[in-house]
T-cell receptor
Framework: GDSVTQTEGLVTLTKGLPVMLNCTYQ??????LFWYVQHLNEAPKLLLK?????KRTEHQGFYATLHKSSSSFHLQKSSVQLSDSALYFC???????????FGSGTKLTVEP | EAAVTQSPRSKVAVTGGKVTLSCHQT?????MYWYRQDTGHGLRLIHY???????EKGDIPDGYKASRPSQENFSLILELASLSQTAVYFC???????????FGAGTRLSVL
């Protein structure tokens, strides 16, 4: 079946440093990948999405590239800010094209 | 901005009791979803619906029922609440393409 793996449960960084949150997936269908962000006590919101192989997609300073060859969709930012502290979920649409399957999430904490 | 409203925002229930969580959307979306959030498990799909009077099982449907009496409303029912169902529950809606999920603010359920 379809699945999403986020290997880091918790990432702590100092403000201004770069970050990469890992996401790999499994599906036998053409994938559509998403990153959702959830700030404390808020609902998850879409951050960015892609179904195009090897094309970088960007939003709010974050960027990701879908690599079908390695089944990956890592989230990156060149310089994190305190306001980036949140829970980040990678999600996949695969075999069931109207259902999103989420990874376990990565909690990013940015310190001064 | 899409609007998904959940009620109640929090609830304390007794083991063995019946719990109903309600969700209302004004987005004119066909798809509605119920997800459960637990620390370390991310968001897991319980039930979803793509049309009124019809529901589909997600990954973890056991112990939950769903009801979609109209396009706007989608309820999650716990007939016999158990301690293991203590979690935060999110409702979401999307259009037929399902490329963006709009989440409600969540319901924090504690079963004692």
């Amino acid at each position: 079946g379809d699945s999403v793996t986020q290997t880091e449960g918790l990432v702590t960084l100092t403000k201004g440093l770069p970050v990469m949150l890992n996401c790999t997936y499994q599906t036998t269908y053409s994938p559509f990948l998403f990153w959702y962000v959830q700030h404390l006590n808020e609902a998850p919101k879409l951050l960015l999405k892609s179904s195009t192989d090897n094309k970088r997609t960007e939003h709010q300073g974050f960027y990701a590239t879908l690599h079908k060859s390695s089944s990956s969709f890592h989230l990156q930012k060149s310089s994190v800010q305190l306001s980036d502290s949140a829970l980040y979920f990678c999600a996949l649409k695969g075999s069931n094209y109207n259902v999103l399957y989420f990874g376990s999430g990565t909690k990013l904490t940015v310190e001064p | 901005e899409a609007a998904v409203t959940q009620s109640p925002r929090s609830k304390v229930a007794v083991t063995g009791g019946k719990v109903t969580l309600s969700c209302h959307q004004t987005n004119n979306h066909d798809y509605m979803y119920w997800y459960r959030q637990d620390t370390g498990h991310g968001l897991r799909l319980i039930h979803y619906s793509y049309v009124a009077d019809s529901t589909e099982k997600g990954d973890i449907p056991d112990g939950y029922k769903a009801s979609r009496p109209s396009q706007e409303n989608f309820s999650l029912i716990l007939e016999l609440a158990s301690l293991s169902q203590t979690a935060v529950y999110f409702c979401a809606s999307s259009d037929v393409w399902g490329n963006t999920l709009y989440f409600g603010a969540g319901t924090r359920l504690s079963v004692l």
